[in-house]
């Protein structure tokens, strides 16, 4: 009869049960590098996220909005508007914005007509009206000004008008004479009428102005009867 030694059963029970508490040990060790890979992942995945929406919402937001009433130069004995003057700001919040005709474009509409991109650029210094800065952006014209040179005769005066439909920026209110509106800056988008384009009465217009940060600021009005030389467009 083969003997087994007294304790013996029980040494194995023993190993046993060691290996088993290390495996346990191992696989505790490895979950918990891997939850915590997964929740780093999860933070980072969380994060970029998180910019990207922020940076989403900065797109889709407009940089600029309207300062004020929007105005006509018209012309009551014909009945037709020869310029449009719309004011505006950077928006609450928002960043400098470059005007720069290589970085900007404007998108005219009206009942007839689309013209995709009329803009030229903006005028420098401050002006505190319309007319003058009209004048200077057609003087600078007929002198070369290679900027303004497409805006040949004043839409003020006597035909044939501009050979074009344009568009330039001038400054109400500026801290740096530059491209660049800034918070606290105003500035006004002027529309010069070629004879053929000029809008009359219910007509309805449209500028979409397209920079190059934000969404594209869009303002539209309806002409009303024009019997004065100031027409509030509203």
């Known amino acids: 009869m083969k003997l087994q030694r007294k304790g013996t059963?029980?040494?194995?029970?023993?190993?046993?049960?060691?290996?088993?508490?290390?495996?346990?040990?191992?696989?505790?060790?490895?979950?918990?590098?891997?939850?915590?890979?997964?929740?780093?992942?999860?933070?980072?995945?969380?994060?970029?996220?998180?910019?990207?929406?922020?940076?989403?919402?900065?797109?889709?937001?407009?940089?600029?909005?309207?300062?004020?009433?929007?105005i006509g130069e018209g012309d009551s004995s014909t009945g037709?508007?020869?310029?449009?003057?719309?004011?505006?700001?950077?928006?609450?919040?928002?960043?400098?914005?470059?005007?720069?005709?290589?970085?900007t474009s404007v998108r005219y509409v009206s009942n007839s007509i689309d013209y995709s991109d009329i803009y030229v650029g903006t005028l420098t210094g401050e002006f505190k009206s319309l007319s003058s800065a009209t004048a200077q952006a057609v003087s600078d014209g007929s002198s070369g000004d290679e900027t303004f040179g497409?805006?040949?005769?004043?839409?003020?005066?006597?035909?044939?008008?501009p050979t074009y439909t344009r568009a330039f920026i001038y400054f109400t209110q500026e801290s740096t004479s530059n491209d660049i509106l800034s918070q606290g800056e105003s500035a006004v988008l002027?529309?010069?009428?070629?004879?053929?384009?000029?809008?009359?009465?219910?007509?309805?217009?449209?500028v979409e102005i397209i920079t190059p940060t934000g969404?594209?600021?869009?303002?539209?009005?309806?002409?009303?009867?024009?019997?004065?030389?100031?027409?509030?467009?509203?």
């Open 80 to 103: 037709y508007l020869n310029m449009t003057a719309f004011p505006i700001k950077v928006s609450s919040g928002g960043n400098d914005i470059n005007l720069e005709a290589k970085t």
């Open 215 to 234: 969404s594209a600021l869009t303002v539209e009005r309806q002409v009303p009867t024009i019997t004065n030389t100031i027409v509030d467009l509203g």
């Open 190 to 206: 002027a529309v010069a009428y070629a004879s053929g384009d000029r809008p009359q009465a219910l007509d309805k217009i449209k």
């Open 150 to 161: 497409q805006i040949d005769n004043s839409p003020t005066g006597a035909s044939p008008g």
């Open 9 to 70: 059963r029980h040494s194995h029970r023993g190993v046993i049960g060691v290996e088993s508490a290390i495996v346990m040990i191992a696989f505790v060790i490895v979950a918990a590098a891997l939850a915590f890979v997964v929740l780093n992942m999860g933070f980072t995945t969380s994060q970029k996220a998180k910019t990207s929406i922020i940076s989403s919402l900065g797109e889709a937001s407009s940089s600029m909005q309207v300062a004020g009433k929007v």
